[in-house]
């Protein structure tokens, strides 16, 4: 099997060079260029020879070169077209990768893991643009399709989000909703150096290892209202915020009632509780 060539500066210089190729902000294309932190992310994912691996985002194709080289099956999605025939050559190589030109969130990933890897667990592994990690993540989280584990490259202040607990100034809705999911961890830390061109922001690798089933047991659709309604407005308070969030849909009296049998101080912010606090506070809300 080919060697990975593009973690290093040279290596992808001379492939941008090759196709006169120019950055585009809108997809907010920043490309690794250090092998030890591509090792390092193939590490952190668990990769084994026995895994079938789904990439969102390519780019050029350096991070697809290392997930080859450790799994049975890559199969890289890529939304930007004016990348296929780069990739195309950069991944030409490696006969275990798959490239799909398309919008991870308009895929169906349910029915293409179905055909690609006959429904059986898969790992993600990403490096996501970070002008759009959040409607990723939620959508991976969200699908149903079964993901054993998402592995990803995101921004340091949305890895410190992803992790944050209750009490924490960066905790909120995507903090419990990646508790919800799955048992996420920083992995480590990569600086603006390691990409051309380089960001300007720190990053972080983050690996989610999916929950066989939810922490809680209150119904998600609940749930998430209240969890969506607690940080809408961030400096209200608990109950002002639910009561004012529409689509929760229940009057005031009926949300203080329930923090109270929750016994939760009447001034508590949705940013002091837990997930179980919320589960709690949902159950309750479902009755009746």
């Not at 998600?220 to 849909?249: C, H, Q, V, W």
């Amino acid at each position: 099997m080919a060697e990975p060539y593009l973690g290093s500066r040279e290596g992808t210089a001379a492939i941008l060079r090759k196709y006169g190729f120019s950055f585009r902000k809108k997809y907010g294309q920043n490309f690794l260029v250090d092998g030890q932190v591509l090792s390092d992310i193939v590490k952190a994912a668990g990769i084994t020879p026995e895994d079938y691996v789904l990439e969102i985002g390519p780019g050029i194709g350096t991070l697809t070169q290392y997930l080859a080289q450790s799994a049975r099956k890559v199969t890289a999605v890529e939304v930007d077209r004016m990348l296929i025939p780069i990739l195309k050559d950069t991944l030409s190589a490696w006969e275990n990768v798959e490239l799909l030109n398309g919008d991870i969130l308009k895929i169906d990933l349910t029915e293409l893991l179905r055909l690609k890897n006959e429904g059986r667990p898969v790992k993600v592994a990403a490096n996501l643009p970070y002008y759009i990690t959040t409607p990723i993540l939620m959508a991976l989280f969200e699908s149903g399709a079964p993901l054993e584990s998402i592995t990803v490259m995101v921004q340091k202040e949305v890895a410190e989000r992803m992790t944050a607990g209750p009490g924490s100034k960066t905790y909120g809705a995507l903090s419990l909703a990646a508790a919800y999911y799955a048992r996420a961890e920083i992995a480590f830390l990569v600086p603006p150096s390691s990409f051309i061109p380089a960001p300007k922001v720190e990053s972080a690798v983050v690996h989610m290892k999916r929950y066989a089933s939810p922490p809680v047991s209150a119904d998600p659709e609940m749930l998430f209202k209240l969890i969506r309604g607690s940080f809408n407005e961030r400096r209200k308070t608990l109950l002002n915020g639910l009561a004012d969030y529409s689509a929760l849909g229940k009057p005031k009296a009926k949300i203080a009632e329930a923090i109270g049998r929750c016994g939760f101080p009447p001034a508590v912010r949705g940013e002091q509780l837990s997930l179980e606090e919320f589960s709690r506070l949902a159950e309750i809300l479902s009755e009746g």
